[in-house]
Nanobody, 121 residues
Framework: QVQLVESGGGLVQPGGSLRLSCAAS????????MGWYRQAPGKQREQVAA???????NYADSVKGRFTISRDNAKNTVYLQMNNLKSEDTAVYYC???????????????WGQGTQVTVSS
């Protein structure tokens, strides 16, 4: 009912930057939450950044000051600007959206397909 398409991942050197995008489509009535998560091999998935419908945001301590989350409500898209990337940022990044669809009006969570971010020299 809701599809999330992620883009923007890739290979960068330490200190470089990437901008991830996650576009939601489908019979969306409303989006109440958008967030970014990451998971490295053998590691627990962790929340990196989140943004509420009103625009307030929060970040994991490990990325605060380096990453910025934003959203374009007209495009149903959430972004993650990642600056000064470090090797420990290497992971698969997933976006998550909590939305209501017109068919049910029930709020559910939806996941993107994931995009690989590799930080290496």
């Amino acid at each position: 009912q809701v599809q999330l398409v992620e883009s923007g991942g890739g290979l960068v050197q330490p200190g470089g930057s990437l901008r991830l995008s996650c576009a939601a489509s489908g019979s969306i009535f409303s989006i109440n939450f958008m967030g970014w998560y990451r998971q490295a091999p053998g590691k627990q998935r962790e929340q990196v950044a989140a943004i509420a419908s009103g625009g307030s945001s929060n970040y994991a301590d490990s990325v605060k000051g380096r990453f910025t989350i934003s959203r374009d409500n007209a495009k149903n898209t959430v972004y993650l600007q990642m600056n000064n990337l470090k090797s420990e940022d290497t992971a698969v990044y997933y976006c998550n959206v909590r939305a209501r669809v017109v068919e049910t009006m029930v709020e559910l969570g939806y996941w993107g397909q994931g995009t690989q971010v590799t930080v290496s020299s």
